[in-house]
Structures are given as C-alpha cells and as structure tokens.
C-alpha cells in the first residue's frame, strides 16, 4: 500500500537508545498494566482502546505529510506488541525507508504500521491479539539507532498522530514476555506499577532491563543530584556513564562514554548527550542544552 509510504523518506534518523534520565525531574510516566492472554476479539476495536507498541522514548512526534507516525527509541531487540488485535496484512521489506515492517488491519478496517525491526515474529494473514508479541525493535531502512516507528490509519488511509489516541486514559496493556532473542539472556522484568501516562514522557522500559549496571571497575566521578545518581567509571578499560533515576532506581541506564577532557566526560544516547564533570551533569538535547544540575555529593579520583 504506497498510499501509506508518503512521506516516509523524511528523516527517520537521529532516533538514539533508551534515553532514561533525559528529563530529570520527570513525575509522571506511561501508563502499564498486565494484560492476560485473551483470545483475538472478534468485535470491532476503536482507535481509542490501542494499547503502546512498545516501551522506550518517544524520540520522534508527528508531522502530517512529513513524518506521519511517533518515533519510539529503545534498546535492540525490545519487543513490539501489537496495538490491538487484527490481521498482519503487510510482513516483509518495505523500499520506501521502513525496513523489516508489519502492517496490521483490525476489525474497525483501521490499520496500525510497525516499522525498522530487526525480526518479524508474525507472518502475513497471520491474526494477532492485542498484546501479542510481534516483532523485536532494531534499526533496519532508513535509520541510524533502534527504534519503533509507529504509525496509525483509522480509516486504512490517512495517517493521523496515534498520540491523540493513546492518551491518559488509555493502559499500556503489555505482557511479560519470555525472552525472544537467546543471545540477550536477560530475565524478564516484573510487572510495571501503573503510573499515568503523558506523552511527552518517557514510557518506563521492562523488557530489556539492564542487569550490569554496576561500575566493575574504577569509578572516576560519582555524584548526586536532587532527582539522580551519576556515575563516570572505568570497566575494564572502556568508560561508561550509569545514570540511575532516585524515583525509579530499579531501571538504570549504562551507555558508553569518552572523555572530552578538562576532567569532563560526555555519552550519547541518541538525540540526547549527557556531560557530566566534578561539578554538575548536564543535560542536551539536539545541541541544545536542556538541563543542568550540580552535585549535592561528589566522590571522585584525581587524575
């Protein structure tokens, strides 16, 4: 359906990884709940009962005619659910910027669009339930880092933002999962607590919780702000930054780092950069610096 590939050249790229701590003083959080394993609904389900796709952040919006689906950064391999139940109508490569995609038609004659997965888990005319795992995210087409592009078709057509109808009211209904990909060999989290849902905030990720988080090796500078713990360490001769969340310490964020000297260090989690030094981190987004808080405590060796 090529109808629904216009636009889909613009840019589907500056999509990074989990980005965890990007707004640091962050009260609320998506939605979640568990979902049982139900049969497919044989009646018709409306745009607004549409479950999220997937957990990460919401690294890209909607622009009619430009970009015309929600952009959801995560870690490869997180698993995609369907949004609602229907039937795989589209399973394969897509030339137009999407690679590994689904396209899924439900019974309202709405579609749903899922696309740069790294695997497809379902197959064309296959039916799916609303929850169900489908595929596993990854940065296949048009992109540059593992995430979701998601789009919505009420009427089979026209794109219209699917932030609209996952709103407040809306559970992000996602199972616990078993683990797709055996080369990951991580367990799978709990449950989340439910928590409201805003759009603008990050979506809380359980799939790919990461369980070596720890500085194994020598911790160069940790400190302590009024909303989080930053560590800069040296494991085993590469540097990594761990940011950790005090309202959410269970979910941990540890992504390579460098140092940019003057005792300064910076990692990149895809659009967003955090530079953190013995004073304060600081927090950009695009260039453009978005926050920036001091230590309460410092620990840190002197170089």
Same mark, same amino acid.
């Given at each position: 359906m090529k109808k629904l590939t216009i636009g889909r050249?613009?840019?589907y790229g500056s999509i990074g990884l989990i980005s965890l701590i990007a707004l640091l003083t962050t009260t609320t959080s998506a939605f979640t709940q568990v979902v049982d394993d139900s049969p497919i609904q044989q009646t018709p389900i409306p745009a607004s009962k549409l479950i999220w796709p997937t957990q990460g952040f919401i690294s890209q919006g909607f622009r009619k005619y430009q970009h015309e689906g929600i952009d959801i950064a995560g870690a490869a391999g997180t698993p995609i659910v369907a949004a609602a139940s229907g039937t795989v109508v589209? *399973?394969?490569?897509?030339?137009?910027?999407?690679?590994?995609?689904?396209?899924?038609? /439900?019974?309202?004659?709405?579609l749903t669009v899922y696309g740069h997965n790294r695997r497809l =888990?379902?197959?064309?005319?296959?039916?799916? %339930?609303?929850g169900?795992?489908?595929?596993?995210?990854?940065?296949?087409?048009? %992109?540059? *880092?593992? $995430?979701? $592009?998601?789009?919505? /078709?009420?009427?089979? !057509? =026209? *794109? +219209?933002?699917?932030? !609209?109808?996952?709103?407040?009211?809306?559970?992000?209904?996602?199972?616990?999962?078993?683990?797709?990909s055996a080369s990951r060999n991580r367990p799978v989290a709990k449950p989340p607590i439910a928590q409201q849902v805003?759009?603008?905030?990050?979506?809380?990720?359980?799939? &790919?919780?990461?369980t070596n988080n720890a500085c194994?090796?020598?911790?160069?500078?940790?400190?302590?702000?009024?909303?989080? #713990? +930053?560590? &800069?360490?040296?494991?085993?001769?590469? =540097?990594?930054y761990v940011g950790q969340l005090k309202q959410d310490p269970s979910q941990p964020v540890k992504i390579p780092a460098w140092n940019i000297g003057k005792d300064t260090y910076q990692a990149n989690n895809g659009s967003f950069s955090y530079l953190v030094n #013995?004073?304060? +981190?600081?927090?950009? #987004?695009?260039?453009?610096?978005? #926050?920036?808080?001091?230590? /309460?405590? =410092?620990? %840190?060796?002197?170089?």
């Open positions: 050249f613009c840019s589209k *399973a394969g490569w897509d030339d137009w910027g999407l690679g590994n995609y689904l396209e899924i038609k /439900h019974p309202d004659g709405s =888990l379902v197959s064309k005319n296959q039916q799916v %339930s609303q169900q795992v489908i595929a596993e995210m990854g940065s296949t087409g048009n %992109s540059t *880092a593992p $995430h979701l $592009h998601f789009e919505l /078709h009420p009427d089979g !057509r =026209l *794109a +219209v933002d699917p932030m !609209r109808q996952l709103s407040t009211s809306t559970a992000s209904k996602i199972p616990p999962q078993p683990t797709i805003s759009p603008s905030q990050p979506i809380p990720v359980n799939f &790919v919780p990461i194994n090796g020598i911790t160069i500078i940790e400190g302590e702000t009024t909303n989080v #713990r +930053v560590k &800069v360490c040296d494991d085993q001769g590469s =540097l990594f #013995r004073e304060k +981190v600081e927090v950009w #987004r695009n260039g453009s610096q978005i #926050r920036s808080d001091n230590f /309460h405590t =410092l620990n %840190s060796i002197k170089n």
